[in-house]
């Protein structure tokens, strides 16, 4: 129990408790989001994002499977109708999977059994343990879509399960992030190769939660490979965003 409540209150002092975050949040995703918009934030832990985008006015499917977060999810958000709290996970398929949890550090609880035994030679993981386990519901994004409305932006922050998330996806949508981890390049290369399938996308990066782009001008898939293989050696992690090309 005392590790359970120390996870949770490490993620809000993390993601709600430093000065200037949240004002920081919203001037970023104004760049994507505004009033009537629907956004999908699939792995809203804690729910910085969500706060955010209701700031901009949006309309916000928060997709969360942990039991621990959802109970905080609906304690923030829960008297909101413009939060429709989802506690399920998103991946290729509807079904169920098992969601393998990290209670000390449950930001990086995951459905995804490769990428724990990925990431967890690397040094920034060696105290993360999965210690326990639950069955959570899958659905997929576009039945999320066909419920929902089209996403004006789509968070995909699920901890080496973006593929399967992606392969639930069968149109372009006009804005989405993925987080990038430098010890799962390849991965994460795996994944901007599903974008590009989706449509004619650009890129940009923004290292781990500095709301900031690395470049000034937005990339083709190429240059962002190229621009991730320089991120590589220093380990830090980061979001990659992709926006639809101006026809």
Same mark, same amino acid.
Request: charged share 25%.
């Given at each position: 129990?005392? @590790? ?20 920081? %949040?919203?001037?970023? $995703? ?23 985008? *209701? ?41 169920? /999977? ?8 449950? &930001?990086?609880? &995951?459905?995804? @059994? ?12 060696? +105290? ?10 899958? &659905? &997929?994004?576009?039945?999320?879509? +066909? ?7 789509? +968070? ?24 990038? %981890?430098?010890?799962?390049?390849? /991965?994460?290369? /795996? ?9 004619? $996308? ?12 690395? *470049?000034? !001008? ?28 101006? !026809?």
């Amino acid at each position: 129990m005392l @590790t359970r409540a120390w996870g949770i209150a490490r993620s809000l002092v993390i993601y709600h408790g430093q000065p200037g975050r949240h004002r920081r %949040l919203v001037r970023f $995703y104004g760049q994507f989001l505004g009033p009537g918009d629907v956004a999908f934030d699939i792995g809203a832990h804690v729910g910085s994002r969500v706060r955010a985008w *209701r700031s901009l006015g949006a309309t916000v499917i928060a997709v969360e499977p942990q039991p621990d977060l959802l109970r905080v999810l609906r304690a923030f958000f829960g008297r909101d109708d413009r939060v429709v709290i989802a506690p399920i996970a998103v991946g290729a398929t509807p079904g169920t /999977a098992q969601l393998g949890i990290s209670t000390a550090t449950p &930001t990086v609880s &995951t459905l995804s @059994t490769a990428w724990r035994e990925t990431v967890s030679g690397d040094r920034s993981f060696a +105290k993360v343990r999965w210690d326990r386990s639950v069955e959570v519901r899958v &659905t &997929t994004l576009d039945d999320m879509i +066909k419920e929902y409305g089209e996403p004006a932006f789509c +968070k995909i922050d699920v901890e080496g399960f973006e593929a399967e998330v992606l392969a639930g996806l069968s149109r372009p949508v006009r804005a989405l992030s993925f987080e990038y %981890l430098p010890m799962a390049h390849e /991965a994460g290369l /795996a994944v901007l190769g599903q974008v590009e399938s989706l449509g004619d $996308y650009e890129y940009n990066y923004s290292p781990v939660e500095t709301m900031r782009w690395a *470049r000034e !001008s937005w990339l083709s898939a190429a240059e962002l490979v190229a621009l991730l293989g320089e991120v590589r050696p220093t380990g830090r992690s980061g979001d990659v965003y992709a926006r639809l090309r101006a !026809s």
